[in-house]
Nanobody, 123 residues
Framework: VQLQASGGGLVQAGGSLRLSCAAS????????MGWFRQAPGKEREFVAAIRWSSGYTYYAGSVKGRFTISRDNAKNTVYLQMNSLKPEDTAIYYCATKVGIGGYYLPPGYDYWGQGTQVTVSS
């Protein structure tokens, strides 16, 4: 399985970005795709997740209402639309995938990771 994350950049507070994660290597119908982020000096934290088959979504409280995770099954791509960005959203964002929904918010449970994309929000 290969994951390729893209779409990061520099944006002012209140702005928007859309991250993409293109997946390849197998079929993902039983998988969960997650987005995590890691700021300097902090642990990697859960942002959002989506079930490939049903499209059911999960969000961290800090991003709920501002971020939207979605997927395009035909393209094997997951998106993270980030609106109303805040300086505290600044981090490297990673996409990851695992089988099954259990522990979807825990980084160690994920089997495959993308390379990360930097998001910087200026005040």
């Amino acid at each position: 399985v290969q994951l390729q994350a893209s779409g990061g950049g520099l944006v002012q507070a209140g702005g928007s970005l859309r991250l993409s994660c293109a997946a390849s290597g197998r079929t993902f119908s039983s998988y969960v795709m997650g987005w995590f982020r890691q700021a300097p000096g902090k642990e990697r934290e859960f942002v959002a997740a989506i079930r490939w088959s049903s499209g059911y979504t999960y969000y961290a409280g800090s991003v709920k209402g501002r971020f939207t995770i979605s997927r395009d099954n035909a393209k094997n791509t997951v998106y993270l639309q980030m609106n109303s960005l805040k300086p505290e959203d600044t981090a490297i964002y990673y996409c990851a995938t695992k089988v099954g929904i259990g522990g979807y918010y825990l980084p160690p449970g994920y089997d495959y990771w993308g390379q990360g994309t930097q998001v910087t929000v200026s005040s």
